[in-house]
């Protein structure tokens, strides 16, 4: 029997890492001789580096830059061999900003340009951006500033738009733009399916998330429609439905526009990265699992594209942990899971269990769900 264990991490509690060894410690018990394979994985958000970096021969570059905030913040990304990865939550990252101050209007990724302008700096001709965790609501304005693009309002002067200024744009200029940039090829990693625009676009799924009012929303999204068509005007781009455009506060719009980058779901390249194909042939049973499995699920997290995976590959069964769902057997199905169990399911289990004693919560639930092989 071949099992492979492939989570994303239990966000602010678990590792990937680690949860895959929770759920191993269990299978090695319930399969005895099983081969048993753990591939943690990320979605293209927060822990994508590190996987990389234990994957790729890449070397950390760290340098200052500016933050959401518009202050001084550390940020690093990897590079090897030509090609540079840059997590945009190191520069423009909801963990930059204190809680009092969180509010996507006044945001920006002029720090996301700044870590592409020293990649390329470096002989970067193939940069991955992995959009996610972003503090922002600015469609990538910042970033696209700080790599020589100028924005101009009724005023002679150019500015730098953020969420609540993208209203303010007349024209957008290239004529300065960084030399070498289109020389260098971009791939704008996805962790979300989200459009720039709408109901489930950039603002009306994440804002909130990011500090923003309800009273704000209408406001932020006729922002960044008049944004849209401003790059429609100038660029030549349109970026209003395309899937994954809304990512990281439409930056992933601001990728299309402004570096031509092309849009891949994150789970796609980090499964592509650790050869998750070859791990999938002959396996028996696939077990995959994030913090929370609920209607984001569906839309390009790591749950959704191992279990896509695993049906393409015709593995017999694929199950999920998690610490809650929040989602109907109908999504179940349309996921590609064969069962969901989660750690709030159970009617021992307390938040505070879930959340403060997550490993071993985790071993007991598989202990109760796993089933021995007769």
């Known amino acids: 029997m071949k099992i492979v264990i492939a989570p994303d991490k239990f ?9 895959a060894a929770a759920i191993a410690r269990v299978a090695e018990k319930k399969f005895p001789g099983a081969t048993i394979v753990q591939q943690p994985l990320a979605d293209g958000g927060e822990g994508s580096l590190e996987l990389l970096a234990d994957l790729l021969s890449l070397k950390w570059h760290r340098l200052e830059v500016t933050g959401p905030l518009r202050r001084p913040v550390t940020a690093g990304y990897l590079l090897g061999e030509g090609k540079a990865f840059i997590e945009i939550a190191q520069a423009a ?3 930059h900003v204190p809680g009092p101050r969180r509010n996507p209007r006044n945001t920006t ?9 020293d990649a390329i700096a470096r002989g970067a001709k193939d940069i991955y951006l992995f959009l ?5 609501n600015d469609g990538g304005a910042g970033m ?5 693009y100028r924005f101009f309002g009724d005023a002679a002067q150019d500015f730098v738009p953020m969420g609540d200024s993208l209203e303010w744009i007349v024209k957008i200029d290239r004529s300065k733009v960084l030399a070498g940039l289109t020389d260098v090829r971009f791939t704008a990693v996805c962790d979300v399916d989200n459009p720039l625009l709408g109901p489930r676009g950039a603002t009306y799924t994440y804002a909130l998330q990011k500090g923003a009012t309800d009273q704000d929303l209408p406001e932020l999204e006729r922002n ?7 790059i429609q005007d100038w660029l030549e781009v349109d970026v209003r439905t395309v899937a994954g455009a809304g990512a990281a506060g439409g930056l992933g719009a601001g990728c299309l526009a402004f570096l031509n980058a092309r849009l891949r779901p994150g789970i796609d390249v980090l499964m592509e990265a650790v050869g998750f194909s070859t791990m999938l042939a002959d396996a028996d049973l696939v077990i995959t699992g994030e ?6 699920t569906l839309h390009g997290k790591v749950v959704s594209g191992v279990a896509r995976a695993a049906r393409a590959a015709g593995v017999p069964k694929v199950i999920a942990f998690c610490g809650r769902q929040e989602i109907t057997p109908a999504d179940r199905r349309a996921l590609g899971l064969d069962e969901v169990h989660a750690l709030l399911d159970l009617s021992s289990m307390t938040l505070s269990q879930a959340l403060y004693q997550t490993e071993d919560a985790l071993e007991w639930l598989a202990s109760l769900r796993l089933k021995e092989r007769k």
């Open 144 to 148: 696209a500033a700080a790599l020589g």
């Open 291 to 296: 913090g929370k499995i609920d209607g984001q």
């Open 109 to 117: 990724t002029i720090g996301v340009g700044m870590l592409i302008d």
């Open 93 to 95: 990252g909801l963990q």
């Open 224 to 230: 960044m429609v008049h944004f849209a068509q401003r």
């Open 132 to 136: 996610g965790g972003s503090a922002t």
């Open 11 to 19: 966000k602010g509690t678990l590792s990937a890492a680690k949860v």
